[in-house]
């Protein structure tokens, strides 16, 4: 008793040809792909080195010490 495989093999061996193919790296290769991989992690990166240089400036110039 066999299964029936969940795709078609002729639409796997399409889809396989079609990736295969394409020369862009394989995590940007779909439309929304490069929101994921490349918006997302930059705007974190961006929001990161803005808190990173506020809380320089802020402890070079004595803003937000707590007086005892």
């Known amino acids: 008793m066999t299964e029936s495989p969940f795709v078609p093999r002729e639409k796997?061996?399409?889809?396989?040809?079609?990736?295969?193919?394409m020369h862009k790296h394989i995590h940007?290769?779909?439309p929304m792909d490069k929101i994921t991989s490349v918006a997302i992690p930059?705007?974190?990166?961006a929001?990161?080195?803005v808190l990173i240089a506020q809380g320089i400036?802020?402890?070079?110039?004595?803003?937000g010490k707590k007086e005892e």
Do not use: P, W
């Open 12 to 21: 796997l061996f399409e889809k396989q040809r079609h990736f295969q193919s």
């Open 57 to 63: 400036y802020n402890m070079s110039h004595g803003i």
């Open 42 to 45: 930059v705007a974190l990166a």
């Open 28 to 30: 940007l290769k779909g």
């Open 47 to 49: 929001t990161s080195i």
